[in-house]
C-alpha cells in the first residue's frame, strides 16, 4: 500500500478551502441584478386557502413580485412527484396526491407554501410578506399515524381515501402465524420509531437565473444528485427541455439524505427567475428548514418473535404504520417498504418472516429517506427484539445473537434480500473483546456504589446499500436505474481528471476517488482532481445517497480506468515497438516485458494527444474513457456496535460511557474518513435515541420548531469512540466495497436503547429516552430518588 | 441607513447599512466574506463565530451598527495571505471536519478557547466549551482531537496564562 494509495489515510484535499473559509456553498454565491425571494407559509396544519390579498405588499419599497399558487397554477407546470411506485397487497397502485410547488386550494401543513414575495432584498421581502392577508379556513388536522386511517380523520387528500397510501406486504403470513402458534417461547413488543429533522448544518438554497437570449435556465442548488434534480424539474415538472436547464450543486454543507428530493422552493425560483427576468435566491431560515425539508423515520411497531426450544428464531411478524406527512416526497415510498422489510432478517437466520407496512398521509412535513433510511428502522425492530428476547429467555445477549448466526454464504433471506459475504461472529468477537465485556460486571458493581445504574447494549446489525441493480429496483417499483457514470480524462500533461456522477457533502470523494487513481495508474496524487455537481461538464449521474459511492461510484470509476489503462497499453506497445501482449503496466510505468525498455505514464499520455506514433486509423488519439457501472446486488455491510451507559436516577440522565464498534465494510480505501463516518452516523443515532423529538401537537403546530426545542447532539453529549473493523471483500463489485456512510446511524440506536433498558430494567420506554423520559419511568418503578 | 466604521482583519471598512443589518451579513454581504456562516436563527449552532476585539462573539447575534470602532477577526483573516494557523492544520491532520459548514465558526471558537483556557485542554475541557458550536456530521470525536492538537501547537502568547 503507498502512501496515497488505496487503505492510506491521506489527509483530505479538499480541507484547504473549507479550513480558510474560502468554500462556495450556494448561499455564498450571488448573480447581478438578483432579487431575494420569501416564502409565505402557512402557519395552519390543515386549511383551505381562500383569498390572498396581495395589494399592499406588491407596493411596498423593493417589490418585484407577490406570487400566489393560483398564479403559479396558471402556467400549468407539472407537480413534484414521489419516483418510485409501491403497490398495496391488493394489487392498487399508491395513493400519489398532487402536491403543487405552491399551494393553491389548501395548505396542508404548517410550512405549506401559500404565496411567495420577491424583492430586492430579503428585508424588503420580508417586509411586504408581513402586508400580505391571507384568508384562511382553519381545518381539523390529525398528526399522530395511528389515528389517520381511523374513523373521524379528517381527510388530506380526495385521492386516498382514510389517508392512506398503501397496505404493503412482504413475507410469507401463513408460515409465519403457523411458527409463531407453534413456538416455545414468542417475544412481542410495540415501538416507535421516532420521528427526526435531518438538520444538515447548511440550510437548503436554491439560487436560478434565466438566460434571455439562449433561453437557457441555470439553478444553484444544495442537492445530492444535481442530474437527478434536473431530470425531474425538466421532464416531471416541465420547467424546460432538459438540455435547457443547467443544474450545479456546488460545496454542499451536509445532506443525509434531506437533499436528495426536489422540493418546491427550487422550482419556484427557476419559475419566478424566467418570469421576472432576473436571478431569484432563497436560502432557508433554520426555523423555515424544519417545516419544509423532509423529516425521517416516524414509523409505529407492533412486533413478535418465535423461538424454538434451543434458542433460535423461527419467525418474525412485523406491523408497521409509516407516517408519510403531507405529501409524497421523492423517494418516501420505499424507505418504509423494500429499504426496511428486506433487512428484517437481521445477522440471523430466520425461516418465516412477514412484514405489513401501512403508510399514510398526515398535516405534517413529508417524510422521506434520512441517513439510513428504512434501515435503522428494521435494525431497531430486530436488535431490541433479539435483546429483549435473550431477558425473557434468560440467556447472554451475545451467545442468543451468535446461536442464530448467518454462517454460510450466499444466504438467501426470506425477504428477499440475498446476503453475498459476512463473518458476523469475527466483529461480535472482536467488540466483545475491545469492549472488555467480560468486564462489564465489575464496572456495573462500581457504578451502583456510586449511586448510578449501569447497562450494556447491543446492536449486531447488517443493512444493504450501494443501491442498487437497476432492473431489480424497477421491478421493485423505482422509476429510474441506480448505476452510476465516471468519466477519467488523462490530459496531455499526465494530470488526470475524474469526473463522476456522484455528489460530495462531506465524504471527502475529492480525495478517495483521486486514492483509486493514484492507486491504479501511479499518477501523484495531486496530479488527480475530482469534478462533480455540474450538469454541464458531467454526464448522467445518480448521485450520491445510500452509502454508494464507494461502492457504485468508485466502481464506475474503476471499469473506466480498466479502459484507460487498455489504451494505453496499446499506445505504449507503439512508442516501445513492442507487441501488446508484452507490455506489463506496474507503479505508474509501462514496461517490455523481460527488458528495461519502459515508458512512464506521463510520457504515454503525452504521445497519446501528440499522436505521431501510433496508426490513429487503429487507434484514436486521446485518452479519455468513461463508463457506467450497474451494480449486480445491493452490498451487505455489518458490524457490531456496543453501548455502554450509565443512569443518575436522580434526574434520569444517561452519560454514554463507552462505545465500540467494529464494522465490515469490505474494502476500506481511507481508514480515517470511513471512521469519520461511523463517528458522524453513531452521533446521528444517539441523537436519535437521548435527545431529538420532533412535537406536533394536536392542532399540528410544530412545537419542537427550532434548536431552542429540538435538542441536536452536542460534543458534551458525546463520548470518543471506539472504531475498528473486520473485513469479508464484497464480492460484487470490482474494488470490494460494501458502504461505511449509514452503519453507524443504523446500528447506534438500537445499541443505545438497549443499554439503557438494561440499565433500568424496563422495556416500557420510547425514544428519545430523555432524562425526563427516563426519570419517569424509574419514578414509577419506586427507582428513583 | 446609518453609517458604520469598523476595521475587518486588519482592514478599515466604511458602510452604510439597514439598522438591523447583523454583523453576519454585513461579512458575507457587504464585504462578500462568505467564509462566515449561517446555520441558524436562535444563535445556537456556532458556525457564525468571528472575534470581535479578541474576544469569540456570535456574528448573528451582534447588529452591525453596535461594531463602530470594532476590531473584527473573521476565518479569512485567521492565516490571511499567510502560512496556515496552528488550529487550521490540525483541523486537516485529525479530519475535524467533512462537509467544512460549521469549520469556520469551530476554528475560531477553538483559539478562543486556548485564549481562555490555555493550551493542555482535556477531552472534558474540550467538549463543555463546544457546545456553542454544532455539528451534524463528524459526531465531534476528531474535532475534539483536531483542537487538542491545535492548542498543543499554538505559540504561548496566544495562549491564557496559568495565573489568569
Keep these: ?785 | 441607513m446609518a453609517a458604520v466604521s469598523l476595521t475587518v482583519n486588519g482592514k478599515p471598512v466604511t458602510a452604510d447599512v439597514d439598522p438591523r443589518t447583523l454583523l453576519v451579513q454585513l461579512l458575507r454581504e457587504h464585504l462578500r466574506l462568505t467564509g462566515t456562516h449561517v446555520g441558524c436563527d436562535t444563535s445556537q449552532c456556532g458556525a457564525c463565530v468571528v472575534h470581535v476585539d479578541g474576544k469569540a462573539v456570535k456574528a448573528c447575534t451582534v447588529l452591525a451598527l453596535q461594531l463602530d470602532g470594532a476590531n473584527v477577526l473573521s476565518i479569512e483573516g485567521l492565516a490571511g495571505d499567510g502560512p496556515l494557523h496552528p488550529m487550521q492544520e490540525a483541523f486537516r491532520e485529525h479530519h475535524g471536519l467533512q462537509c467544512g459548514y460549521c469549520t469556520p465558526g469551530m476554528i475560531m471558537t477553538a483559539v478562543d478557547i486556548v485564549r481562555r483556557k490555555g493550551r493542555d485542554l482535556d477531552e472534558r475541557t474540550i467538549r463543555e466549551e463546544l457546545e456553542g458550536n454544532i455539528c451534524r456530521c463528524t459526531g465531534y470525536h476528531n474535532i475534539v482531537k483536531a483542537i487538542a492538537a491545535g492548542a498543543r501547537a499554538m505559540p504561548a502568547s496566544a495562549a491564557a496564562k496559568a495565573t489568569e
Excluded at chain 1, 444538515?200 to 445530492?224: F, K, V
Design chain 1, 1 to 785: 500500500m503507498s502512501a496515497t494509495g488505496i487503505g492510506a489515510s491521506v489527509r483530505r484535499k479538499e480541507d484547504q478551502r473549507f479550513i480558510t473559509g474560502k468554500g462556495h456553498y450556494t448561499d455564498d454565491i450571488s448573480r447581478p441584478g438578483q432579487a431575494a425571494i420569501y416564502f409565505i407559509r402557512s402557519p395552519h396544519a390543515h386549511a383551505r386557502i381562500k383569498k390572498i390579498d396581495a395589494k399592499a405588499a406588491s407596493t411596498m419599497p423593493g417589490v418585484a413580485a407577490v406570487f400566489t399558487g393560483a398564479q403559479f397554477a396558471e402556467d400549468k407546470l407539472g407537480n413534484l412527484i414521489c419516483g418510485w411506485t409501491v403497490h398495496s397487497k391488493d394489487g392498487s397502485p399508491m395513493k400519489m396526491a398532487p402536491h403543487p410547488a405552491i399551494a393553491a386550494g389548501k395548505a396542508n401543513h404548517v410550512g405549506d407554501a401559500v404565496a411567495v414575495v420577491i424583492a430586492d432584498t430579503l428585508a424588503q421581502a420580508k417586509d411586504a410578506a408581513e402586508k400580505v392577508v391571507v384568508d384562511y379556513e382553519v381545518l381539523p388536522a390529525v398528526v399522530d399515524p395511528g389515528k389517520a386511517a381511523g374513523k373521524g380523520a379528517p381527510l388530506i387528500h380526495e385521492a386516498a381515501p382514510n389517508n392512506t397510501i398503501y397496505n404493503w406486504h412482504l413475507g410469507d403470513p401463513d408460515a409465519t402465524n403457523t411458527a409463531i402458534k407453534n413456538a416455545k417461547h414468542v417475544t412481542r413488543l410495540e415501538f416507535i420509531n421516532n420521528r427526526l429533522v435531518p438538520n444538515a448544518m447548511e440550510p437548503r438554497a436554491a439560487l436560478a437565473e434565466y438566460d434571455a437570449g439562449s433561453g437557457n435556465l441555470t439553478l444553484w442548488n444544495t442537492s445530492q444528485n444535481p442530474h437527478v434534480a434536473r431530470l425531474v424539474i425538466a421532464a416531471f415538472i416541465g420547467m424546460a427541455p432538459e438540455h435547457k436547464l443547467r443544474v450545479i450543486a456546488p460545496d454542499v454543507g451536509g445532506g443525509f439524505g434531506s437533499k436528495i428530493f426536489i422540493y418546491p422552493e427550487e422550482v419556484v425560483c427557476l419559475w419566478a427567475a424566467r418570469k421576472l427576468g432576473r436571478p431569484v435566491k432563497w436560502t432557508a431560515e433554520r426555523s423555515e428548514s424544519f417545516v419544509t425539508d423532509a423529516h425521517g423515520r416516524d414509523h409505529i411497531t407492533k412486533a413478535q418473535m418465535a423461538f424454538d426450544a434451543d434458542g433460535k428464531i423461527t419467525a418474525l411478524k412485523v406491523h408497521t404504520t409509516a407516517n408519510l406527512g403531507a405529501y409524497m416526497s421523492t423517494f418516501s415510498s420505499a424507505v418504509p417498504t423494500f429499504l426496511y422489510a428486506t433487512l428484517l432478517s437481521g445477522q440471523y437466520e430466520i425461516p418465516h418472516i412477514y412484514c405489513e407496512v401501512d403508510a399514510v398521509y398526515t398535516n405534517t412535513v413529508p417524510v422521506d429517506a434520512y441517513r439510513g433510511a428504512g434501515r435503522p428502522e428494521a435494525t431497531f425492530v430486530v436488535e431490541r427484539m433479539v435483546e429483549v428476547s435473550a431477558r425473557e429467555l434468560g440467556v447472554d445477549p451475545a451467545d442468543l445473537r451468535r446461536k442464530n448466526f448467518v454462517r454460510s454464504f450466499p444466504y438467501q433471506t426470506s425477504v428477499a434480500s440475498l446476503y453475498d459475504a459476512g463473518d458476523y461472529n469475527a466483529s461480535l468477537q472482536k467488540a466483545l473483546a475491545l469492549h472488555d465485556y467480560k468486564g462489564f460486571g465489575k464496572r456495573k458493581r462500581d457504578s451502583e456504589r456510586h449511586g448510578k445504574l449501569r447497562g450494556i447494549g447491543f446492536a449486531t446489525y447488517i443493512e444493504a446499500c450501494g443501491v442498487a441493480p437497476s432492473a431489480l429496483a424497477g421491478q421493485l417499483g423505482c422509476g429510474v436505474g441506480l448505476w452510476e457514470s465516471a468519466e477519467v480524462r488523462v490530459n496531455p500533461t499526465g494530470s488526470v481528471e475524474i469526473l463522476t456522477g456522484s455528489h460530495a457533502h462531506g465524504q471527502g470523494h475529492e480525495t478517495t476517488f483521486a486514492q483509486l487513481v493514484a492507486d491504479r495508474l501511479g499518477v501523484p496524487i495531486d496530479q488527480v482532481s475530482v469534478v462533480h455537481g455540474d450538469t454541464d461538464k458531467v454526464q448522467f449521474g445518480m448521485g450520491t445517497y445510500g452509502s454508494r459511492s464507494g461502492a457504485v461510484g468508485m466502481s464506475a470509476i474503476a471499469k473506466a480506468l480498466d479502459k484507460v489503462e487498455a489504451k494505453a497499453k496499446k499506445i505504449a506497445a507503439h512508442l516501445l515497438e513492442a507487441a501488446e501482449a508484452d507490455i506489463v503496466f506496474k507503479d505508474g510505468k509501462f514496461t517490455v516485458a523481460g527488458t528495461d525498455k519502459s515508458a512512464a505514464f506521463g510520457e504515454v499520455a503525452l504521445g497519446a494527444y501528440v499522436a505521431h506514433k501510433f496508426p490513429t486509423s487503429e487507434i484514436e488519439p486521446g485518452l479519455k474513457e468513461g463508463a457506467f457501472y450497474d451494480p449486480t446486488n445491493f452490498t451487505f455491510p455489518a458490524g457490531c456496535h456496543i453501548c455502554e451507559v450509565e443512569i443518575d436516577p436522580d434526574t434520569g440522565e444517561s452519560t454514554i460511557v463507552g462505545w465500540t464498534a467494529v464494522d465490515d465494510f469490505g474494502t476500506v480505501i481511507n481508514p480515517m474518513i470511513v471512521e469519520g463516518q461511523v463517528h458522524g452516523g453513531v452521533a446521528q443515532g444517539v441523537g436519535q435515541a437521548l435527545l431529538e423529538h420532533t412535537v406536533y401537537d394536536d392542532k399540528g403546530q410544530l412545537v419542537t420548531g427550532s434548536y431552542m426545542d429540538y435538542a441536536m447532539p452536542r460534543a458534551d453529549n458525546l463520548p470518543s469512540f471506539k472504531v475498528n473493523t473486520t473485513m469479508t471483500k464484497c464480492p460484487s463489485n470490482p474494488l470490494g466495497i460494501k458502504g461505511c456512510g449509514e452503519a453507524g446511524a443504523i446500528a447506534a440506536p438500537a445499541a443505545v436503547m438497549n443499554a439503557i433498558t438494561n440499565a433500568i430494567g424496563t422495556e416500557a420506554i420510547n425514544m428519545p429516552a430523555t432524562p425526563a423520559a427516563v426519570w419517569a419511568v424509574l419514578h414509577k418503578a419506586g427507582r428513583a430518588a
